[in-house]
């Protein structure tokens, strides 16, 4: 087993990333490994309730968001530096999430086997 | 020496992803590492077309690619589900979906994102491109 931790950099949507990121995170739970995830700059939009990805052609990936504890990831964090940029509170979150300041992130990527960036 | 897993997200074209990717990978077996296999992900699944048509005075990492499976021995395998979408499609999937055409051939394999996890498991280094 090992310690993955699948990084969300892009906004959801206009690229394909974050989809195939959260397909990666879904399957290597499913494989037994101890996936984390963290969302940073416009990854954090993907955290973002009540999307409607459907109108422009989409698929509502994120609503796989709220079957994180199904698979076993309790690990989801946030940075809060983008939350904030992005003008997001705890009330405008789809899922729970911890929020981590950047040196408790830096210590989090320490910490893990892999960096999967999407 | 170490046991690499190479992961490649970029096109053929377009980005400087595979050629690095391509690189690295000679690289590290010139220097007597051991690499589990090169899996295409994302856009990298547009790496294993052989409707890759470059002009005669450019390089073909398409090419590169197939040379280096050859030569070392390396499995290089894409995500199905990632090519399929975007019309990357083997000769067996032609076949079981009714297409006319197909452009993969032997050089890659088609696997699925369980082939990545193992592989990284496996791995003392996961390595993106």
């Known amino acids: ?118 | 020496m170490s046991k690499f897993i190479i992961q490649v997200n970029g096109p053929a074209y377009g980005t400087s992803a595979s050629v690095n990717a391509l690189r690295f990978t000679q690289a590290s077996l010139q220097s007597g590492h051991e690499i589990v296999c090169v899996f295409f992900y994302q856009d990298g699944v547009y790496n294993s077309t052989d409707f890759n048509l470059p002009a005669s005075d450019e390089y073909d990492v398409v090419k590169g690619w197939k040379q280096l499976a050859a030569e070392h021995q390396v499995s290089l395998v894409n995500c199905v589900s990632a090519a399929l979408r975007r019309g990357i499609v083997s000769q067996q999937e032609a076949q079981e979906n009714g297409l006319n055409h197909w452009n993969v051939e032997h050089s890659f394999i088609m696997g699925g994102l369980g082939e990545l996890v193992t592989g990284i498991e496996s791995a003392d280094r996961l390595i993106c491109f």
Not at chain 1, 86 to 92: D, K, V
């Open chain 1, 1 to 118: 087993m090992k310690k993955i931790c699948i990084l969300f950099r892009s906004a959801p949507h206009g690229t394909t990333k974050g989809r195939e990121a959260l397909d990666f995170a879904l399957l290597s739970a499913s494989f037994e490994q101890e996936v984390s995830l963290v969302f940073v700059d416009e990854g954090v939009l993907h955290l973002l309730k009540d999307q409607q990805p459907e109108l422009i052609g989409g698929k509502d990936y994120l609503a796989a968001l709220k079957a994180l504890p199904l698979y076993d990831i309790e690990s989801v964090f946030a940075c809060k530096q983008s939350l904030g940029d992005y003008g997001l509170s705890h009330s405008l979150l789809s899922i729970p999430v911890t929020i981590l300041n950047d040196e408790a992130i830096s210590a989090h990527l320490k910490a893990v086997d892999e960096v999967l960036v999407f």
